[in-house]
């Protein structure tokens, strides 16, 4: 799998969005990028993930650039909840290297 | 509907002793994942089942993990001898497989290795 480039932290006020950026400058056509996040003492969390096309849920938008080197996670109005540890992946969808590698992610800390 | 299930969710052990983690995944998903996460460090992958394939054992760090997957469902990840480096929080997935498929997690394992 790509490797990913993350910032180590970020923090940013309630109510305001949350960019969280993301390098993955040796993707492959064939490998997404996903975005799972992981609170104080749970199982990771998966938020969204996309090819080449930008994307949108009920939980964030990702923004992915058109060469496909980077992307940043949007959480358009951070919450407390929010603070965790956000993990950009790159990967293969399907088979025997579908498993996820985990960097160590960027911590994001929502202050009120 | 459920998610993910891990049983037992904390674990004591003394250094030597066997332990078995058990994993309930989603009913219907296909592929079933594990992972460990020790302290302070990323989760790391040890074994993965898809359907009826061989499975990709490439994560597990020595000989002395084993994982099996009984009927597509339930996996039971066995320690032999556990060491004190063996403690950690061991996370379980699932996904539906296919096409970018999201995994779903379940709430962990913490082994302590005494």
């Known amino acids: 799998d790509a490797k990913t480039t993350q910032p180590t932290s970020m923090d940013c006020a309630e109510g305001r969005a949350a960019n969280l950026p993301c390098n993955h400058s040796?993707?492959?056509?064939?490998?997404?990028v996903y975005w799972y996040r992981q609170i104080h003492s749970q199982g990771p969390q998966y938020i969204i993930h996309g090819l080449k096309n930008n994307e949108t849920n009920e939980m964030a938008s990702l923004i992915i650039t058109e060469d496909r080197k980077s992307s940043t996670l949007i959480l358009p109005h951070a919450t407390l909840r929010d603070t965790a540890v956000y993990y950009c992946i790159v990967r293969v969808a399907t088979g025997a290297n579908s498993k996820l590698t985990f960097g160590k992610g960027i911590t994001l800390s929502v202050r009120p | 509907g459920a998610g993910v299930s891990q049983s037992p969710s904390n674990k004591v052990t003394e250094k030597g002793k066997d332990v078995e983690l058990r994993c309930d995944p989603i009913?219907?998903?296909?592929?079933l994942y594990w992972y460990r996460q020790s302290l302070g460090q990323g989760l790391e992958f040890l074994i993965y089942f898809q359907g009826n394939s061989a499975p990709d054992k490439s994560g597990l760090p020595s000989d002395r993990f084993s994982a099996e997957r009984t009927g597509g469902s339930v996996s039971t990840l066995t320690i032999q001898r556990t060491q004190q480096e063996d403690s950690a929080v061991y996370l379980c997935?699932?996904?539906?497989?296919?096409?970018?498929?999201?995994?779903?997690f379940g709430p962990g394992t913490r082994l302590t290795v005494l």
């Open positions: 040796t993707i492959s056509g064939n490998e997404y």
């Open positions: 997935a699932s996904s539906l497989g296919g096409l970018a498929g999201e995994q779903f």
């Open positions: 009913s219907g998903h296909t592929a």
